[in-house]
């Protein structure tokens, strides 16, 4: 076993062997570990909160062979997205962004009503409402049964099912083999990470394409996002092992795009190996030479991370504890699931952030998980002239600011925690 300066014992455990998710070596080195955390999506009611929580230890690990950043899987996804409280459609800029993707994803591949797209976590129908406005057919699949309904209000043909090589041949033995298969932060929330990639590869035609939108986990490094980590997310992926991911699978990576989105995200196209008609672009090439510069292909890369997490903890904890001390009224915005992995982390509470606003509406009335932080309607912010308003969705801190001006009135501020506090 190699000696490491990670930020970390070695991790081995007498009870269980910790195994890679993608390539089955076994986990030895832990990347950041977060202590311990409610399920993140799951909001209390009322009615709930004299009753326990169960907290899950969040702690990640890198693999020495492959560099999966990975979490344990401590709760099945029946569990944990049979009633999911996410809705894509619910910020303004995310909706823009598939809108365009959309346009591009249209005239690059020539689709047509002829075609066929399949989005796997197709959600609410955030995206493919507008292939379907297009005159393009679709096809979703998303196991939440309350966002998919949603999403066939809207006329979107939605498959309330889990992914994976099972479904993607039922789906080609139904004739529905793509042109285009979509996956939008989605990868990262799959347990069984080779069956997913060998479904969407099944789905593919000849010449189809697959694209994914995950973070970056260069950016989620550089930019101190340890908030993304949460029990929801399994997987943390840099562009290096995407591609040793999709090799594995018989897919190539043609083409990779990096994209503000969730903190700074990639979009990856792939095509089936020996599909001869996409070449293998240099933004490929290009990204895994700034990947390795940034030493994400050995263990080197990821030993800093733990140390700047720590600090990041301190400064919020001292700009809030400051805040209380001098008597100022401080609110948050948002309800995010990364909200639940920060608060938790950093020990925050209804001392220091008195309460939350959120747009959904699922979320209006319920409690932020662990902490039990109120969640109201953004109205709120209006009505009790907070001198302070945390941005905890930090991804969309220009969107709100904006939306929000109206806090300069009353000499409000914002502070933004990530990736370091910065009051706005
Ligand atoms: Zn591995």
């Known amino acids: 076993m190699r000696t490491l300066s990670l930020d970390t014992q070695q991790t081995d455990s007498p009870i269980t062997v910790k195994q890679c998710r993608l390539c089955a070596a076994e986990l030895h080195h832990t990347f950041v570990d977060l202590g311990m955390s409610p399920l993140c999506e799951t909001y209390p009611a009322h009615t709930d909160l004299n009753c326990g929580e169960v907290y899950y230890p969040l702690c990640t690990y890198v693999c020495d062979r492959c560099f999966l950043v990975q979490l344990e899987q401590y709760e099945t996804p029946q569990n944990i997205f049979g009633d999911y409280p996410y809705f894509s459609s619910y910020s303004d800029s995310w909706l823009k962004h598939c809108e365009n993707y959309c346009d591009k994803a249209i005239a690059r591949l020539g689709l047509s009503s002829r075609s066929l797209v399949i989005e796997v976590g197709s959600n609410d129908g955030y995206l493919l409402q507008y292939f379907l406005q297009r005159g393009v057919p679709v096809q979703g699949v998303e196991p939440a049964a309350n966002v998919a309904a949603v999403a066939s209000r809207k006329g979107i043909p939605t498959l309330v099912r889990f992914f994976g090589a099972a479904l993607a041949k039922e789906l080609i033995a139904a004739g529905r083999c793509a042109d285009l298969v979509i996956g939008n932060n989605v990868m990262a929330q799959v347990p069984d990470l080779n069956d997913f990639v060998e479904g969407l590869k099944i789905l593919l035609n000849a010449t ?216 706005y």
């Open 208 to 423: 189809g394409v697959l694209t994914l939108e995950f973070p970056h986990l260069l950016k989620l490094i550089e930019w101190n996002e340890f908030d993304t980590s949460y029990h929801e997310h399994f997987s943390y992926f840099s562009l290096l092992t995407t591609v040793r991911l999709m090799e594995a699978h018989g897919l190539k990576v043609f083409d990779v795009e990096e994209l503000k989105s969730h903190g700074g995200s990639l979009r990856v196209y792939a095509c089936r190996a020996e599909d001869q008609t996409r070449p293998v672009r240099q933004s490929v090439s290009d990204l895994i030479e700034v990947e390795k510069r940034a030493g994400l292909s050995s263990l080197d890369g990821y030993a800093g991370y733990a140390r700047q997490v720590k600090e990041t903890k301190w400064a919020l904890l001292d700009l809030l504890l400051g805040a209380a001390r001098h008597g100022k009224k401080v609110a948050g915005y948002g309800a995010p699931g990364k909200s639940a992995t920060l608060l938790h982390y950093c020990g925050i509470g209804k001392d220091l952030i008195e309460y939350t606003v959120d747009r959904n509406p699922y979320k209006q009335g319920r409690f932020l998980p662990g902490t039990h932080i109120p969640i109201y309607h953004p109205d709120r912010i209006r009505e009790t002239h907070p001198d302070y308003v945390v941005i905890l969705p930090w991804n969309l801190k220009d969107e709100i600011i904006e939306q929000l001006q109206y806090i300069r009135d009353w000499g409000g501020q914002f502070v933004v925690p990530i990736p370091k506090p910065a009051i």
